[in-house]
């Protein structure tokens, strides 16, 4: 069985999580920048799609965990389910090649910048300063401050991640915690690490059952609001 687990595609049916085998695209080895991306069709057969130019000779590879999760859930996950340990230029970049999946706000240094929620008037300072991990594929390595050197355990950055995924599992679908929880998130990290991605993606399913649930009231504005928050998270998914 744990032969063929590595073979496994996980795809959703509705209320049910199914596996599949797919023998043709379970031959690509994996990388963190893959080059192409897998998408199931509602009849269960699956694409793939190229995500950039593939030069003639490339190796065709593929993401088997979320681009979007930060590096620490990557490797963890590959360790467990594929039995390996990614070393592609993404996971031993601090900054994962910019994608900043895993990037902490420092809140001792940088400059503060603003960004305006239009739909609650409330202005949310984060720091441009980023608390990075030295080195990624360490699980028990330190993090710290490019800008002002303050560092942190990798203990407290796991218990900060722990505590606001606890966080949005509380909020179940309340549009305004979720909107206060998006709030302070971007205060503590940086506006594409994994969380604030993942509470994005859950607001966008709050707002959508709201907006079902309250057909004559306000659809305009709930409409634009799961649109911004569904370009950001599409944003951040181009960027890893």
């Known amino acids: 069985m744990s032969?063929?687990?590595?073979?496994?595609?996980?795809f959703m049916v509705p209320y049910n999580l199914r596996h599949g085998v797919y023998l043709k695209t379970s031959i690509r080895s994996h990388s963190c920048v893959s080059n192409t991306k897998t998408l199931m069709n509602e009849d269960q057969t699956v694409d793939v799609r190229a995500v950039m130019a593939i030069k003639a000779g490339t190796e065709i590879t593929k993401s088997?965990?979320?681009?979007?999760?930060?590096?620490?859930m990557r490797q963890e996950k590959l360790l467990s389910g594929w039995y390996f340990k990614c070393k592609c230029l993404r996971c031993i970049d601090p900054l994962e090649a910019l994608s900043f999946t895993s990037s902490v706000a420092c809140l001792d240094a940088g400059l503060r910048i603003g960004i305006t929620n239009k739909w609650t008037s409330n202005t949310v300072f984060y720091r441009e300063g980023l608390i990075l991990c030295t080195d990624p594929l360490d699980r028990e390595a330190d993090w710290a401050c490019g800008d002002c050197g303050v560092g942190k355990s990798a203990d407290s950055i796991r218990k900060l991640i722990e505590y606001f995924k606890?966080?949005?599992i509380g909020a179940r679908?309340?549009?305004?915690?979720?909107?206060?929880?998006?709030?302070?998130s971007?205060?503590?990290?940086?506006?594409?690490h994994y969380i604030p991605?993942?509470?994005r993606i859950k607001m966008n399913t709050a707002f959508l059952r709201l907006s079902l649930r309250n057909k004559e009231e306000?659809?305009?504005e709930l409409l634009m609001r799961r649109k911004e928050l569904l370009d950001?998270?599409?944003q951040v998914w181009c960027d890893t």
Do not use: W
């Not at 032969?3 to 996980?10: A, P």
């Not at 088997?64 to 620490?72: F, I, L, P």
């Not at 915690?177 to 998006?182: K, R």
């Not at 971007?186 to 594409?192: G, L, R, V």
């Open 3 to 10: 032969g063929l687990r590595l073979l496994v595609f996980n």
């Open 64 to 72: 088997y965990v979320s681009s979007m999760e930060t590096t620490q």
């Open 166 to 168: 606890s966080a949005i």
């Open 173 to 184: 679908e309340d549009c305004s915690q979720l909107e206060d929880l998006l709030e302070k």
């Open 186 to 192: 971007t205060k503590m990290f940086h506006p594409s």
């Open 197 to 199: 991605t993942q509470i």
């Open 218 to 220: 306000a659809v305009c």
């Open 232 to 234: 950001e998270v599409y």
